[in-house]
C-alpha cells in the first residue's frame, strides 16, 4: 500500500513534531497533520470526496488490536 | 440500560425429542448478544451527499459484546455491501500471530434498544457474519460502559 509506505518514510521527521497526532495521507502525499482523528477524517472527505483514505496515529509503532476470539478461530480475520 | 435475559428456549434433540433449554445454556451459547444497526460515519455520509452519492442503507443485525476485543469490528461483507471507504488499517495481535492486517471503516452503531448510537472511528473488518452476528463490540465502547454478565440467570446488564 502507497500510503502505508508514505507514512513510515515520513514517521522520523512526524515523530520529532507530532508525536501523538493523526496523519493523513492519500496516494504518496502526506496531506497533513490532525488533533484528533475525527478532523482528519473531515478534512480528507472535504478534499477528496468520499473516498477511502488512510489516516494513522504518529506512534514510534502501530498500535495492535487484539480479539482473541478472531484468533483462535473461532471467528476470521478478513 | 439494557438487561438481555434469555428465556428458556425450545430445542429439538437428535432423535427428534424437544427439550427446553435453560436461559444460562442459551446465554453461555449465543454470548451477550444485542440488537444493532450499522449506518456510515456521518462524515462520510455527509461527503457522500456533498458528491450527490446515495447514502446506503444501514443493516441491521445483532453485535456480540466482546470484553476480549480491544477494538470494534464490523463484518467485511456488510462494509463492502455497505460500500463504505476504509479509513485505514489496523493489525489483530495474537500470541500465535504477529499481526493479520484488517481494514478499518469509521461507522456508527447504532443500539435501538438502547436508542443512542455510537461513532466507532475504526471499526476494523472482519468476517464475522457466518457467526449470526454483524459487530463486536469492543473495549473502545466498552470503556463506557458497565457490563453485569450473570451467567448463572441467563442474562446480562449493559449501561452506558
Known sequence: ????????????????????????????????????EANALAAGYQKFGPVPLYIRQVLPEEQKASAPALVLGILTAA | MITVRFGDADAVTGDGQKVKVPAKLALMQRGPVIPVVISPDQTFAAALQAASKPIPQPVTGFALVDTGATTTCIDATVAQKMGLAPSGTAKLSSVSHEGTQCLTYPVQLFFPAWNVGLQAARAMGVTIANQGIIALVGRDLLQNCVLVYNGADGSFTLAL
Open chain 1, 1 to 36: 500500500m502507497a500510503e502505508a509506505s508514505t507514512f513510515e518514510a515520513q514517521l522520523p521527521a512526524l515523530l520529532s513534531q507530532h508525536a501523538g497526532k493523526y496523519a493523513l495521507v492519500h496516494g504518496t502525499e502526506l496531506v497533513g497533520v490532525f488533533d484528533t
